[in-house]
């Protein structure tokens, strides 16, 4: 029971026992942990228990009962995966990838179903996928989420319907395709490349927590989706000059080391920190820090002028705590955006 609750202090917990309960259910205090550990003074466990279970114990012995029952059965973890069947608009990405963080588990990896026009997520948790038989509450907002002003979008925008057991992908979703970028790719689209970007967006597994990642979602379709967009357009096309193309979350810690030669190329990705000294250092493997058990989320976004305008945003305007921090990084460039688009997009 003490490895399954963790430290008291869900903090504490999130950096020493990250899957325990206190980690992934509790709050920001340990007036907020959802799961406290038994007393080590078999007198202190006696009284606890007496309080929790008053009438049914001896209150003035120790005297255990025979053949308890007990009253916890927590399931073996176990590799599943869901498809979210609902197409996926910009207006809704950060509600869904809110909940998957919230209430999937150990999220492994997040793809677009190239099928349905939904997403494929592969997660670990406690009995693998059948909560999802008594979950009716699949896309309702994390408990401790800010919500912004700027929302269009409501929390039943989502059906818990929309949500269904599938296979798991081969090698759990995390493949991608290492594809090089040459000259040749960019011969005779010169003025396109000029005018319409390709933006790579990345958030460090450290604020891939279902409040921050839904934020950033929302703030992004607040700036660039615009509300003029009508009805009638398809979901993965949004108005004001600002596509959403993809988006996917994996947790690079499970890539082989074989294949991540690749990933050398987010060394490329910068943060722009507006209160660091050290803002020009390469950031080195922040997308697979040991200490956090989420993935890193790529959104992957198509505007004119979108690359500049992005950096004006990140720069002046953008308010939140990890955009204001070094947890929000995005390709500096096409090249570099091209490559990453062809690496881990290109092929879904």
């Given at each position: 029971?003490?490895?399954?609750?963790?430290?008291?202090?869900?903090?504490?917990?999130?950096?020493?026992?990250?899957?325990?309960?206190?980690?992934?259910?509790?709050?920001?205090?340990?007036?907020?942990?959802?799961?406290?550990?038994?007393?080590?003074?078999?007198?202190?466990?006696?009284?606890?228990?007496?309080?929790?279970?008053?009438?049914?114990?001896?209150?003035?012995?120790?005297?255990?009962?025979?053949?308890?029952?007990?009253?916890?059965?927590?399931?073996?973890?176990?590799?599943?995966?869901?498809?979210?069947?609902?197409?996926?608009?910009?207006?809704?990405?950060?509600?869904?990838?809110?909940?998957?963080?919230?209430?999937?588990?150990?999220?492994?990896?997040?793809?677009?179903?190239?099928?349905?026009?939904?997403?494929?997520?592969?997660?670990?948790?406690?009995?693998?996928?059948?909560?999802?038989?008594?979950?009716?509450?699949?896309?309702?907002?994390?408990?401790?989420?800010?919500?912004?002003?700027?929302?269009?979008?409501?929390?039943?925008?989502?059906?818990?319907?929309?949500?269904?057991?599938?296979?798991?992908?081969?090698?759990?979703?995390?493949?991608?395709?290492?594809?090089?970028?040459?000259?040749?790719?960019?011969?005779g689209n010169t003025e396109a490349v000029r005018d319409v970007d390709v933006l790579i967006?990345?958030?460090?597994?450290?604020?891939?927590?279902?409040?921050?990642?839904?934020?950033?979602?929302?703030?992004?379709?607040?700036?660039?989706?615009?509300?003029?967009?009508?009805?009638?357009?398809?979901?993965?096309?949004?108005?004001?000059?600002?596509?959403?193309?993809?988006?996917?979350?994996?947790?690079?810690?499970?890539?082989?080391?074989?294949?991540?030669?690749?990933?050398?190329?987010?060394?490329?990705?910068?943060?722009?920190?507006?209160?660091?000294?050290?803002?020009?250092?390469?950031?080195?493997?922040?997308?697979?820090?040991?200490?956090?058990?989420?993935?890193?989320?790529?959104?992957?976004?198509?505007?004119?002028?979108?690359l500049s305008r992005f950096k004006s945003f990140l720069m002046h305007e953008w308010k939140?705590?990890?955009?204001?921090?070094?947890?929000?990084?995005?390709?500096?460039?096409?090249?570099?955006?091209?490559?990453?688009?062809?690496?881990?997009?290109?092929?879904?």
């Amino acid at each position: 029971w003490r490895a399954l609750a963790g430290p008291t202090d869900p903090q504490l917990a999130r950096r020493t026992d990250p899957l325990s309960f206190n980690a992934r259910f509790g709050g920001s205090s340990r007036s907020e942990a959802v799961a406290l550990a038994p007393p080590t003074l078999r007198i202190k466990a006696h009284a606890d228990v007496v309080w929790a279970f008053g009438g049914r114990l001896d209150g003035l012995t120790c005297t255990c009962p025979t053949n308890p029952v007990h009253a916890v059965a927590v399931p073996a973890p176990m590799i599943y995966a869901l498809r979210i069947c609902k197409p996926l608009t910009f207006c809704t990405l950060g509600l869904i990838l809110a909940a998957v963080l919230q209430r999937a588990g150990d999220v492994l990896s997040v793809n677009l179903d190239t099928n349905g026009g939904g997403l494929v997520v592969t997660a670990v948790r406690e009995g693998g996928g059948v909560f999802l038989s008594s979950c009716g509450r699949f896309f309702k907002a994390p408990v401790d989420e800010v919500r912004s002003q700027s929302i269009s979008c409501s929390d039943d925008a989502l059906s818990a319907g929309s949500v269904e057991l599938c296979e798991v992908p081969p090698h759990s979703g995390t493949l991608f395709s290492p594809v090089e970028v040459s000259a040749d790719m960019l011969e005779g689209n010169t003025e396109a490349v000029r005018d319409v970007d390709v933006l790579i967006v990345g958030v460090r597994p450290r604020a891939s927590t279902p409040s921050i990642v839904r934020q950033v979602c929302d703030d992004l379709h607040a700036k660039f989706g615009g509300s003029a967009c009508p009805s009638s357009v398809p979901s993965l096309n949004v108005g004001c000059g600002v596509d959403l193309l993809a988006v996917r979350a994996l947790d690079f810690r499970i890539v082989p080391a074989a294949e991540a030669s690749p990933l050398q190329s987010f060394w490329s990705f910068t943060n722009l920190a507006r209160r660091r000294s050290d803002a020009n250092i390469l950031n080195h493997n922040w997308w697979a820090e040991p200490v956090s058990s989420t993935p890193a989320v790529l959104l992957c976004l198509r505007g004119c002028n979108l690359l500049s305008r992005f950096k004006s945003f990140l720069m002046h305007e953008w308010k939140l705590s990890a955009a204001t921090s070094d947890d929000i990084l995005f390709a500096p460039s096409q090249m570099v955006a091209e490559d990453a688009y062809c690496t881990f997009f290109a092929h879904l």
